[in-house]
């Protein structure tokens, strides 16, 4: 039976971008950085949730074909790919941190029916939903 997922891809458009991106501005950090048969395996993950890693995968083979790979990077600099909602216990503060670190926000903090959230987007061109849920 499954319990629980513990990896999600992100794809990015340079690993080593996204790295310094992921750790130095959102502070999570590296859990692996490996290369096994030609293919680099990083992932990341916040410091506070130990049990789960993002892996920072660029588009190509083996996980997809040449051509898969130039629509996938394609589509991810033209900001067309959601990865995913982060959540924050004060969106405001955490918003106002990553603004200052230079993270490029597509929405500012904003009333919802499940919180308050704000949008924002990676190195590459991902966004991120950064929520704060209601209590």
Not at 84 to 111: I, N, S
């Amino acid at each position: 039976m499954i319990k629980r997922m513990s990896h999600a891809p992100v794809w990015v458009l340079d690993q080593d971008s996204a790295k310094r991106f992921y750790t130095e501005k959102l502070g999570f950090e590296v859990r692996t950085d490996a290369t096994m048969d030609g293919l680099r395996w990083l992932t990341v993950g916040p410091k506070e949730q130990p049990d789960f890693e993002i892996v920072l995968a660029k588009p190509g083979p083996p996980m997809v074909d040449d051509e898969a790979a130039k629509s996938i990077s394609a589509l991810v600099a033209r900001g067309q790919l959601g990865a995913g909602a982060m959540e924050t216990d004060d969106c405001q503060r955490t918003y106002e941190e990553l603004k200052k670190k230079g993270v490029t926000f597509l929405q500012e903090p904003a009333d919802r029916p499940y919180g308050i959230e704000a949008v924002f987007r990676d190195d590459s061109g991902n966004w991120f939903s950064l929520t704060e849920r209601k209590s």
